[in-house]
């Protein structure tokens, strides 16, 4: 299966075309701002380097927080948009779910997996996983030394905001996967939800409402 995953839910942008547990082209640039203006020239970037055109392709996905409001919806809007050019199905990937597979079999042996994200306020986006990867709860805005309670026992952190938490914790490692979502997670991870008919509809997952303020 030919995957196209997007990201830009983070302080990062990423397009990446995948095959079967292979990547065959990918850009991926930290930007806390801009993704709107680099998001799809580095589709169309891996497209070419991939040689193919949208045809060529089985599946479309994007992760859809939680993270920044703007990037969730940037990312959201360019694939629902060649989600409806192309005919392809689209499917939506979670960031924390994203961020729990990327951490190495052996760093979570035996711990709790706990994503940390930075959310730019005294509250972090957090989701608790077991070993095995199954989520021991919903993502949730929590502060740090609430969301340290979510893993009872040891621990691995990842995320960019693992930092914050590990300390926090008896024994927690922080993992070598923390950092913005892998797009090619994100790909793999939609290619096995649309095998198994459990895709996650392409709707934003916000944790807390946009800071605008509307006056009269």
Partial sequence: MRVLALDSATAACSALVWEDGAVLAGRHAAMARGQSEALM?????????????????????????????TGIRIGLAAARGLALATGLPLAGVATTRALAHAVPAAERRDRWVLVALDSKRDELWVQAFAADLTPLGAPAALRPEDAAGLAAGPAVAVGDAAFRVAPLLTDCLVSTAS????????????????????????????????????TP
């Fill in 41 to 69: 020239p580095m589709v169309a970037e891996v497209m070419r380097e991939a040689g193919l055109d949208f045809a060529g392709l089985d599946l479309l996905a994007v992760t859809v927080g939680p993270g920044a409001f």
């Fill in 179 to 214: 950092g913005p979502p892998d797009a090619a997670v994100v790909a793999a991870l939609a290619a096995a939800d649309h095998a198994a008919g459990t895709m996650l509809p392409p709707l934003p997952l916000y944790l807390r409402p946009a800071d605008v303020t509307v």
